[in-house]
């Protein structure tokens, strides 16, 4: 059996970070597109930090899909449907199966209900997968589905996670109304000033994954503000005491069958010896609870991406959420070894 | 669709929690099976503590498993293969599939390799599946193998978990050396006085979901003292400093692909306010941390086999191990509801 053939979609961290482990599992990197100019030309392994893999980054796209065949293109350009849409459309014409960052794509359903069926569509058509894969994954589906298996009887489910937004540079900090006035933040939420969260797309994969008819949805902003002063480092000055340093999206979704499922997703500037969290509680008969105490978020979220492949390639044609696969599981050998026979010939 | 038609094996208090949450997930008790001559006659339900069933306990197993013809029946009586060889075998001549509590049953390729082949040759000729159940399942598979799947690589994988022997009345107590001196339990287990772990199980079937081999095997055990004067409800006495009040079976699995795997499981007799305990950390790239908080595995144990039972009606014919099925998931609905179509015409 062949080795994955893969094309790495967007050169950012990700994509550089899924590149080196991407290797180390044995697939064979075939592609390398970025949308910048800046790295244009360069070898992909070079901009990786690992050796010269003799894979050039190129900005069209059209052309390295159709010349290098991939098996799955894997693709970490922009967050929503509505931004990847065109991209996501030429990966599907090309013949490859797509993975993506994208975190909306992880259960696009709901938020994106008519662009997703048309993807749909079309993967069918072309024989290939869509998937959106990420920390999601493991950290906020199939551990808490297993959670929820413990369960006799659900009221609701409580999800609780943190990131620190101080990580991602001033863009994201931008987004995140940080070292704001609480009026300032106010007044800017209630204009409608902040991006769509992304828990409603997790909470739908829950709810699909346990089999549960969601019936009603609500979202929700709470600032985050700094108790005493503190330092961002994206930002390059101090928060003082009673700033707005970042805010929690708070998704509520109602069901039909009676579990009401909240997930708060709190992206604020950490101060000293704060790392990622991620917590989630089950009230019902009996209460449960699980937490990954110090969360590696940056980590996980490529190897979770990274560990998908083989499932991606082995899944039927369509828009297939993480939720429809079997759980993720750790891959010791390289990924072409867990491909169902005749996948790869 | 009919609802799921079920036999309840063993009247003790897991068959009889079983019940009274077989019944509220809309499960027909058809049958009742019990060892002992005291609960002979006696409706379930009452034993049960909820409404007559009109299913009376009786204790000759092939009279009922050859009148009632369930779809599955719920074994809950002794823990070894061995031990419950001929039951599993009435179970499946009688064409019932079996969803046991024994905890070899977990996975018992690699503990009864022999007698487990019996099984699922009689198994698959009659067309029946036999499934080992329980607290395992969610804690010690489905979340473990869901945080291994966001590992790049994996050196070692470590489980804790703590269990309360006080709360299994004075047989229990007898077989964890409690209240013996330091001197007197090394003497003992320096004679194998100790019944087999099921941490083996447990790490079998870990391996298995996550496509490893394993190589060797040690089992080690580790007495637990208590360091101030302690009281055993199931004893009814005191234990004094420096005295053993349990003790931790130690099993480790190493593999041919590198991870190496430990489960230390403690049984001993709680001092105020502790609670069962479940901690899981995955040593590698990068660090990887689950914990449980409280776990009521007392009740989970129940919960868990019990949502499994549309699964084992769903699985082909055979000895079907936890991590071949689907994850465990809730089950909001009557349990028939979850049956794939025409299993129950």
Redo the contacts between chains.
């Keep these: 059996m062949r080795p994955v053939r893969v094309v790495v979609y967007g050169a950012g961290t990700m994509g550089l970070l899924a590149t080196r482990?991407l290797k180390?599992?044995g697939a064979q990197i075939v592609g390398a597109i970025a949308r910048s100019d800046a790295k244009k030309g360069v070898d992909l392994g070079t901009l990786a930090g690992v050796d010269k893999l003799g894979v050039l980054v190129d900005t069209d796209a059209e052309r390295v899909l159709g010349s290098v065949r991939p098996d799955v293109v894997m693709l970490a350009t922009q967050s929503f449907i509505p931004e990847i849409y065109d991209q996501l459309a030429m990966c599907i014409r090309s013949g490859a199966n797509v993975l993506t960052l994208a975190e909306e794509t992880f259960f696009p359903w709901n938020t994106s209900p008519t662009l997703t069926a048309q993807l749909d569509r079309l993967a069918r058509i072309h024989g290939v997968t869509v998937t959106g894969g990420g920390?999601q994954?493991?950290?906020w589906i199939?551990?808490v589905?297993?959670?929820?298996?413990?369960?006799?009887?659900?009221d609701s489910v409580k999800g609780f996670a943190t990131w620190n937004a101080d990580d991602y540079g001033p863009d994201v900090i931008a987004t995140k109304h940080v070292g704001e006035t609480l009026e300032a933040f106010e007044h800017a939420v209630g204009q409608g000033d902040a991006p769509p969260t992304y828990g409603r797309n997790v909470l739908g994969a829950l709810a699909q994954?346990?089999?549960?008819t969601p019936v009603g949805w609500e979202a929700t902003v709470r600032p985050v503000i700094v108790d005493q002063d503190r330092t961002s480092r994206s930002l390059g000055r101090t928060l003082s005491a009673g700033t707005v340093i970042g805010y929690s999206d708070v998704d509520t979704m109602r069901?039909a069958?009676?579990?009401v499922f909240t997930f708060e997703m709190a992206g604020y500037v950490y101060g000293a010896g704060e790392s990622d969290t991620n917590e989630w509680n089950v009230y019902g008969?009996?209460?449960?609870?699980?937490?990954?105490?110090?969360v590696?978020s940056y980590?996980?979220t490529?190897?979770?991406w990274?560990?998908r492949v083989p499932d991606v390639i082995n899944a039927r044609p369509g828009v297939v959420t993480i939720d429809e696969m079997p759980?993720?599981?750790?891959r010791?050998?390289p990924l072409h070894r867990?491909v169902d026979g005749g996948k790869l010939s």
Tied chains: 1, 2.
């Design positions: 482990m180390e599992k920390h994954d493991s950290f199939h551990q589905g297993a959670l929820m298996g413990a369960s006799h009887r659900i994954a346990s089999s549960l069901t069958e009676g579990p008969e009996p209460d449960l609870y699980l937490g990954n105490g110090v590696p980590t996980t490529c190897t979770q990274v560990n759980p993720l599981s750790y010791a050998l867990y």
